[in-house]
């Protein structure tokens, strides 16, 4: 039996019930990009702008204090989902990119000098190449990558004579976004501390999916974005051990971020507030509450279950297609379905699913080192979510064969 009621959860989805491609209901497997956002999410935004729309941190008065409070009390939400030690441990920021960036160069700024190295790994999103690329090449620093087999799974060996005394930290992704590779991020972490060596996860394909305790888990650093996690956009979260983050300097500077100033210096302020310099995104913050609360509600291990059970079922669905192989096989994974039909273009092939109201994403999915890797040009990607149905894996397999025979 399945452990999900997914007809009265899709309920909960106005955009699933309501929004029509060329006259058909959609069937949205682009959850990989972005997440559809349940009612009470959008509830919670519209009580907040209606009822207690105010400037938090700031004001003496009433409004100021409630949305202050609401605020704070998203910190302690999001604490309590990765069971964070402090909530200041938990940063808001942009999203995943921004969380990235922030560490890239407040970490980099402080502990990177020339001929250190840092470890990324071959299956990266750009926002955990591009950051690191900066601040070595800004510090003389070397960026080393972790290479994978054929398969999408990294390569441990390879990873275990890369840490010496010169690497510094280690970002690598939970979960492929391509390829939908999960990590064995445990065993990273392990070897990385044996050295000392800090490890910042990239788990914007993670959250969603797998329930995370990072003190079990003991990341030094966690980032991932509100919107892929049934959330609105522009809020995101790093989580940050407090022993790092005390001893960063600043991200930005600017209003909140400061505990005096005068011309001649500026005393900074504590965490959290250290790293949320001007007006953050309050709306944002508490309805990524919101959002959280929803899938704890729905359970995150009923979230991963029926999700397996839906990859299982979509992945041997699809082998049966003519032509068809998959880009990532890796013996663990969550999320991203990455594929190519014979020859055919997948931008050509995704064209062809969105005329039968199927949306999948086609490219490089931000990650061109990995395509150049597989010598492709991109894939068709289908990205799963807990609110698709077995059904709507028939119509996206009988519309990828419907596609390829028009292709041919
Ligand atoms: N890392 C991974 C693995 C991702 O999938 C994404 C989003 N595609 C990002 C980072 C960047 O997230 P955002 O654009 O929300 O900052």
Redesign the pocket.
């Known amino acids: 039996a399945p452990v999900l009621d997914v007809a009265r959860i899709r309920e909960d989805f106005p955009l699933l019930q309501q929004a029509k491609v060329f006259g058909q209901p959609v069937v949205y497997f682009d959850n ?2 972005t997440t559809q956002k349940p009612q009470i999410v959008l509830d919670t935004l519209e009580q907040y702008y209606k009822n207690y729309n105010s400037n938090v941190h700031r004001g003496v008065h009433q409004l100021s204090q409630q949305a202050t409070e609401a605020y704070e009390q998203s910190r302690r939400t999001v604490a309590a989902y990765l069971n964070a030690r402090h909530s200041h441990e938990i940063i808001f920021t ?5 969380g ?1 960036n922030l560490v890239a160069s407040s970490f980099g700024r402080k502990f990177l000098q020339a001929g250190d190295v840092v470890i990324i790994s071959a299956m ?2 750009h ?2 190449i591009v950051p690191w690329q900066m601040i070595c090449e800004e510090k003389g620093a070397e960026l080393k990558v972790v290479p994978i087999n054929e398969r999408g799974e990294l390569l441990m060996d390879e990873y275990r004579r890369m840490l010496d005394e010169r690497v510094k930290i280690v970002s690598v ?1 939970y ?3 391509t390829l939908g590779s999960i990590n064995p991020v445990k065993e990273i972490i392990e070897l990385a501390h044996a050295r000392n060596i800090p490890v910042l996860l ?1 788990a ?2 993670a959250v969603q999916h797998i329930s995370i305790d990072v003190q079990a888990l003991d990341p030094d650093f966690l ?1 991932f ?1 509100g ?2 996690i049934y959330g609105p956009t522009g809020i ?1 979260v790093l989580y940050g051990k407090e022993e790092w983050l005390n001893k960063m300097p600043p991200y930005q500077g600017g209003g909140d971020m400061i505990k005096t100033v005068t011309f001649a210096k500026t005393i900074y302020n504590e965490l959290p507030y250290k790293f949320e310099a001007g007006t953050p995104h309050m709306a944002g913050a508490i309805g990524l509450e919101a959002a959280i609360k929803y899938l704890q509600q729905v359970g995150l291990d009923n979230i991963r279950h029926y999700e397996e059970q839906l990859q299982a079922y979509a992945l041997q669905s699809l082998e049966q297609v003519e032509g068809l192989r998959f880009i990532g096989q890796a013996a663990h994974r969550a999320g991203a379905i990455s594929f190519l039909v014979d020859e055919i273009h997948p931008y050509d092939l995704g064209e062809l699913l969105d005329k039968q109201g199927i949306a999948v994403r086609t490219g490089h ?2 990650t061109e080192p990995l395509m150049d890797l597989f010598k492709i040009p991109g894939t068709v990607r289908a990205s799963l979510s807990f609110y698709n149905t077995f059904e709507e894996v028939d119509k996206l397999v009988a519309g990828v064969k419907r596609a390829a025979a028009m292709l041919r």
């Open positions: 990989g990009a942009k999203g995943t990119t921004d990235i990266e999103h926002s955990n992704t979960v492929s976004n990239d914007a394909q980032a974005s919107h892929k995101g999915h931000c």
